[in-house]
């Protein structure tokens, strides 16, 4: 038996944790045995990956390659010991992030070759897709305006400037116009229960959940 991964993905405050928690919870009033995850930090070794890459620290800058490849580090370590063997335990799993945001953020954001990114996507998830992406498309100024709310300050990468977060929309429509078939734009700035009932449509739809 194999299970389903599902990949929720967009710009900062988009409401991919919101929605997961919201799905996890209809899934398993369902009956279906999930699991949920994220990259960076699905594993014991990416969380400490994903404290060296989000923290900001002025006189310890990280470069874009470096970054780069510890955003690949995290995710072969994550396929490897969480999604290959829950898969093939029949588990739906929900992961927050996935290759399209290596893309959407080092490739359209920092302008890191692309065929660099597809190759190193390719070696940390040994050709692992997702079997569906979940995109919540929210403007980027209203995405930042929420995480401002949650009062926790923002991270290394939230802290970029408005160009660069726009430049990572972009990269999802890109994304999104050359996947159709894999990736569903969901308009995320409706309220959350709406957003939810549109997530459970396309599950029922594209997984027959
Ligand atoms: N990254 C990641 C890369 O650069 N490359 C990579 O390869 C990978 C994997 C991860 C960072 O790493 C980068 C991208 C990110 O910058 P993270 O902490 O996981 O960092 O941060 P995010 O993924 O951005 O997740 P967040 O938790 O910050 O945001 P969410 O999960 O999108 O949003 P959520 O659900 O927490 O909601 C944010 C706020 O909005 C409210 C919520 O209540 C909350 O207050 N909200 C709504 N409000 C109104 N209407 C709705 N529909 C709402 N939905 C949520």
Redesign the pocket.
Known sequence: MSGKLIVFE???????????QLCCQWLENLGISVIVT????GTELGLHL?RL??EKSEDKPVADVT?LLL?AA??AQHVEQKLKPNLALGKYILC????D??V???GY?RGLNMSLIEQLNYIATAGLTSDLTIW?DVDVEM?LS??R??AVPL?R??QETIAFHRRVSHGYSKLAAAHPSRIVRVD?????E??HGVIQDILRDRLQV
């Open positions: 967009g710009v900062e405050g988009c409401g991919k944790t919101t929605q997961m994220r990259e960076p930090g994903r890459l989000l970054e955003y995290d995710r927050d992030r996935y290759t945001s290596t959407a953020y080092q954001g919540l995405g929420r995480k709310g949650d991270d990468i939230e995320g700035s409706l309220s959350k709406t957003v």
